[in-house]
């Protein structure tokens, strides 16, 4: 037998059953599709939201209430209200106290409710947070201007407002020294915020500003933070700082030596690598579910060649009878099932390439900063299933063809 006959048989068998062809290497397409979706897809939605985090700086911390977790994120990130960092707290650390490499802290609060203008009425976020916010977190004033650190203490009865929220509230009028309303208590508007559009899982344009304690003791009636961000000198001395502060606040908190700690404090790279890998587990789950596609397609292999080998008992008893050994069958049938895979395989990469860009257009068009990303290792871990997929479940079909009987293709005279 020649090394081209069975190569030869298997492309005149797929001819003859067109239609069940196109059925089964339909399945592998979807499947393969589907991962190469998926895992561009994801890879592009991770590094939207890291490049989102490293745009706010690589020297920054975060000083979060709630005993540190080892793996993941702490406690008040998922909305566990802890009481355990004060006013008084945010107060050494602006002052410095053994933390020389502090250039800036902000603490912040957060809440909602409606804000009212003379004309208008709006659901809308707000923040409480120190004057040293606009350096922190790299924002900038468009018009007006940010709280001074006087205006913090004396309850002072100011607002800033994102660029995007200044135009919903005052579409066709300056701002600037207008009077709203929050939570039914008025406000003197004193700046406006430069666009700048979403960072970092918050859009500071749509976002409504108020001095710490205000918001503090008007607005939501509480004396604690929520959580503060620090801004370091330099990044190589971030951990350094990170073991300055956490010194100084558990010497604060009277807390032992033993004891754990009642806060957490994270740096831009610890967030950096937690969302890295809470997005990789995602992501390969979500691999994991396309693969089910490809499972489905794999039994329609097993099945269409099942039905392939029903049929060809005559030819193949035919062969056996000429000299075809086993070896030869199970070839033939797997030469076969690698063809729909293989072929499957080829044209899902490039329906899940193409459709994974017209998806990064329309993303674009909506206003996020979306790169189309293809991981060369999609092309290489789809094109690989596709194998896996065809060699596993045409194996069956292949083997149970080569114990067809010369005697049994009598039968079918």
Same mark, same amino acid.
């Given at each position: ?45 991770? /590094? ?11 020297? $920054? ?220 587990? $995602? ?16 039994? %329609? ?18 062969? /056996? ?23 499957? %395989? ?68």
């Amino acid at each position: 037998m020649k090394l081209s006959d069975p190569f030869k048989i298997s492309y005149r068998s797929l001819k003859a059953s067109k239609r069940r062809f196109f059925l089964t290497v339909l399945g592998v397409v979807i499947g393969v599709a589907a991962v190469i979706m998926v895992m561009a897809t994801g890879a592009s939605a991770q /590094k939207l939201v890291l490049a989102q985090v490293e745009s706010v700086g690589s020297n $920054l911390l975060g000083i979060l209430p709630g005993a540190p977790v080892e793996k993941g994120p702490p406690a008040a990130a998922f909305g566990v209200v802890t009481t355990t960092f004060k006013n008084d707290d945010l107060t050494a650390l602006r002052e410095r106290q053994g933390v020389p490499h502090i250039t800036a802290v902000s603490g912040y609060v957060t809440g909602s409710g409606s804000i009212e203008s003379a004309e208008r009425s709006l659901a809308a976020s707000f923040q409480g947070v120190s004057s040293e916010m606009i350096d922190i977190e790299n924002v900038r004033v468009g018009s007006g201007r940010f709280f001074f650190p006087e205006e913090e203490n004396k309850l002072t009865r100011v607002m800033v407002l994102g660029a995007a929220k200044a135009e919903e509230l005052f579409p066709n009028s300056d701002p600037i020294g207008e009077t709203v309303t929050l939570k039914k208590i008025p406000f003197k508007i004193i700046g406006v915020l430069a666009e700048r559009g979403a960072s970092a899982f918050s859009n500071p344009d749509n976002m409504v500003y108020v001095p710490l304690q205000t918001a503090q003791k008007l607005l939501l009636g509480i004396a604690y933070l929520n959580f503060a961000r620090a801004k370091v000198d330099a990044p190589e001395n971030i951990e350094r700082t990170i073991a300055d502060v956490e010194s100084l606040l558990r010497a604060r908190h009277n807390i032992r030596e033993n004891e754990e700690s009642d806060f957490s404090i994270r740096s831009t790279a610890m967030a950096l690598d937690t969302l890295t890998n809470v997005t990789n587990v $995602l992501k390969y789950f979500l691999i994991a579910i396309a693969g089910i596609s490809l499972l489905v397609g794999g039994i %329609g292999i097993m099945n269409s060649m099942l039905i392939a080998v029903s049929q060809r008992v005559r030819e193949i008893g035919l062969r /056996k009878a000429v000299g075809a050994r086993k070896g030869h069958i199970i070839f033939q049938f797997l030469i076969e099932s690698l063809f729909i895979t293989v072929s499957g %395989g080829v044209i899902g990469i490039v329906l899940g390439i193409a459709v994974t860009y017209i998806a990064s257009l329309i993303i674009v068009n909506l206003g996020y900063e979306w790169q189309f990303l293809v991981p060369p290792s999609s092309i290489v871990i789809g094109f690989s299933i596709s194998l896996i997929v065809g060699i596993t479940f045409g194996l069956y079909p292949a083997v149970k063809a080569s114990r067809v009987s010369p005697m049994e293709a009598l039968r079918y005279e």
